[in-house]
């Protein structure tokens, strides 16, 4: 089984890339949130979370090897969830990808199909499946943004603090951008000056967001 790769990214396709890997040119599906991320890492190392599976294996189409790369850990495990879904294979499953699993999940905890239906070829029929069967099962991926972040009166964070880079980091990698990331951090501790490890910091984002009710932006 192929859990990661590592490469230099040769090619960005539509909703592909190639790496070149000790002579080798390895063939990559990956999303649409992914692919933004890799597109100004043209012809430098990259890595990826990767799922190998076979197309076709159940009898259905001639059986092809695929390589669906991600760009975290988080996107990795979503989607392993995403794709148990009835009616939701691995391909479907990429398209969809279109905005941070972060918010994605938050709106199947929640229950929001609105959300869900934004996404390519998730219809409200099929929106109301996901949640149905999902729901109660991706919340450690479900961290929101904060509607009420006072942008005019943010706390300066060291780089240098490791609790609060670490809690940066897990938002990183539920898919959300660095600058969103560190303005839900400083509201957290803002909120809650007495946090001390990056869990509660997390911890408070979410609490704060199901509080108010204010969906991902």
Known sequence: MISAITGNLSQVQEDRVILEVNGFSY???????TLGALLPERDQEVSLKTIFYIQGARGVGNMTPVLVGFA????????????????????????ALTMPVGRIARAIEEGDSSVLTTLPGIGKQKAAKIIAELKGKVGRFAVAVDEDVDFESRIVIS???????????????????????????????RKQDKITTAEAIIQEIFKSSAKSGAGPK
């Not at 063939?27 to 949130?33: A, F, H, K, Q």
């Open 27 to 33: 063939e990559v599906l990956v999303s649409p949130i």
């Open 72 to 95: 975290t850990d988080a996107e990795k495990g979503f989607f392993e969830h995403f794709i148990t879904v009835g009616g939701i294979g691995p391909r479907a499953a990429l398209k």
């Open 159 to 189: 780089e240098e603090d490791d609790v609060v880079e670490e809690a940066i980091e897990v938002l990183l990698q539920l898919g959300y951008r660095r600058q969103e990331s560190e303005d839900m951090v400083r509201h957290a501790i």
